[in-house]
């Protein structure tokens, strides 16, 4: 990673932790049990501490982070990629149910599907037994705003065309025909395993107004009756395949940035109006305020609102006496 540019790697970064912010104002503000696991997340990589040729931060490594995101796919790809390589005929299978009688409309709706999909899942694995599959299954709950329900399914990636025939089949004899009609089984696309470690839900949904692309952000509420259902659950799965450990300084390596660049200034704290890390004396690290004004032009808020929003999800955690995660380095 030593070839990074600083401009490049937090310039993302930003937009990243731009976007996580803005979700988490308005989970914050829902006062549900997750609140203070999201106030944590605010305080996500907020610092920026660097040490000789490389930085550092504190990292929240929550599903709904996007920072975080990006260095579990990074984790993903070096952990699962070589043996996932090796796979002759890797197939792509998405396992749901289509009918709209049986689509969660509400926490208790989804929690309840999610334990029979989960129960569907054991079963697979036990009609392939002698070690027979072997891939990775993954978790992913979508919700529809349109429709107004959520969108609870699996992925899996297996080897073979008949395993994952076999495993739609399963699927179907649980769930009926009709209604599973949507599952299907295809040859993976290349680079699936990238999809693979990235995210769990989608936080916003895009729609085309005016001849402009706009990010509708899904309802918070909605967004936290997915984490909350999803809390305790494992999202990936392997099955029947070992990953490549990674050593203590590889995951190091993952997440802090080393940089041949040589800077001047020792600590960085994160400025959501600007959109990027400042030193003391108001000197950024990166300058990315561009790409973040085109993000919130394609979103539906004014930047007062969300400075009001910043404002009033700082002023919870504060009565609420959340620590501030920033202390611990
Ligand atoms: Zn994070």
Redesign the pocket.
Known sequence: MCNNSVETTYRKRAVAKWL?STHLYNLIALNSEKQKSYYG?LL??SRLYQEPGKIVSH????RW?L??ARIRTAKFIQEYGPVLAEFSEPYFVTLTEGSKDTKPRNFTELVERLNSYHKTSVKIKRAFRGGKLKGIRKLEVTYSTTKRWYHPHYHYIVDGKEVAEKIVQIWQSVYGKKRAKQCKSEPARAGFEKELGKYITKFTKTVWRNGKKTYLPIPSLNLDTIFRALSGRRTIQPIGIRKVPLEEEMLEDLQAEEFDEIMDYAVYTWNYRLGTWLTDDGEPIVWAKEHIDKRLEALPYTMNELVFAEKMAHKIGYENGYQSMNNNR
């Open positions: 996580t997340s996500c990589s990292y929240c490594n929550q982070c920072v975080c």
